[in-house]
């Protein structure tokens, strides 16, 4: 059995392709691979070339294999659809051209969600209609990514938009046939979410088709959830620390993922704030060589 670990942009506060505060992102890659890793994430569409000749001569320069890239969008809000269409397929376009396999739809953060992360009691929820809506504009992409790009979807539940909570994960799983969508399981934000990563994972494990590993500080996220305090603010608070340091059971997922024979990537997510005095190749090399001192090679 094989798992191979990557990392992402957002573990060097990339979030938005346009943000004047991300660092150039050969010094990305050129850091992923110092840190060692094998592979990397595309990041927002278009914080790297859309050009395949450049990224794939940048990418063999440093080893790095492109895994998968993350469409990060409001599929809440229907007057946005066609950003979010554009998004996925150049996301799609771009991962095809480099063979990579994983398309991960993740539910931007809403205003209407934002106070109540990591609150399901307290948080709004659709409207049967609206959910309906929501919904298929999850399913019109996962087919747009397998059907027409021969690429594995995951769902990726995310703090403060509205695939977030247990419930609404479950319910989404139960409604979009599993051939067009898989999850994409992240760590941390199930957590944050209040729901047990492990427990989610080993009832689900045959539809999860790929993993992010995060770690979540529970006194920061216990600090954030008391407060209402916004996702990018706790990012800066360090909610997500270096893996082995906050509430998650890695051993426990490792152990999950070797039982059920799992192949293929984990790709290692710690959201920074980038405008603080953090050093994210150290904290890149310190997570991978946490992640050596569990049993990942």
């Known amino acids: 059995m094989t798992i191979r670990i990557g990392n992402a942009p957002c573990s060097w506060g990339v979030e938005f392709a346009d943000d004047p505060r991300n660092p150039p992102w050969r010094q990305v890659l050129k850091e992923c691979a110092k840190a060692g890793y094998t592979g990397i994430e595309l990041g927002p ?23 998968g890239g993350v469409v990060f969008r409001p599929f809440h809000d ?7 269409l554009d998004a996925a397929r150049r996301t799609c376009k771009a991962l095809v051209a480099h063979g990579a396999r994983h398309l991960v739809l993740i539910d931007s953060i809403s205003p209407r ?15 049967r209609e609206e959910w309906v809506a929501y919904r298929d504009r999850i399913a019109a992409i996962s087919r747009l990514g397998t059907e027409e790009h021969g690429l594995t979807v995951g769902i990726h539940s995310h703090a403060a938009g509205f695939m977030d909570f247990e419930p609404e994960l479950e319910r989404l799983l139960a409604e979009v046939p599993e051939d067009i969508l898989k999850i994409c399981l992240d760590t941390g934000h199930i957590s944050f979410a209040g729901f047990d990563p492990v427990a989610f ?9 790929y993993v992010h590993f995060k ?15 916004g996702f990018y603010e706790a990012c800066g608070q360090g909610i997500f620390c270096n ?12 152990q999950i993922l070797l ?39």
């Open 78 to 84: 229907p007057q946005r659809w066609d950003e979010v």
């Open 215 to 229: 770690d979540i500080d529970p006194v920061v996220k216990a600090d954030v959830i008391a407060k209402g305090t």
């Open 259 to 297: 039982d059920a024979g799992y192949q293929g990537w984990c790709t290692v997510e710690q959201d920074c704030d980038p405008t603080l005095d953090v050093s994210p190749i150290d904290d890149a090399r310190a997570n991978r060589a946490y992640l050596t001192s569990i049993g990942f090679k």
């Open 113 to 127: 969600r934002a106070p109540t992360a990591g609150r399901p009691e307290a948080a709004e929820q659709m409207a």
């Open 45 to 67: 569409v278009g914080f790297m070339p859309e050009d395949p000749a450049i990224l794939a001569e940048a990418l063999s320069e440093n080893g790095l294999t492109l895994i």
């Open 201 to 209: 994972m080993r009832r689900h494990v045959g539809r999860i088709s």
């Open 243 to 254: 893996l082995g340091r906050g509430d998650v059971d890695f051993p426990a997922v490792r």
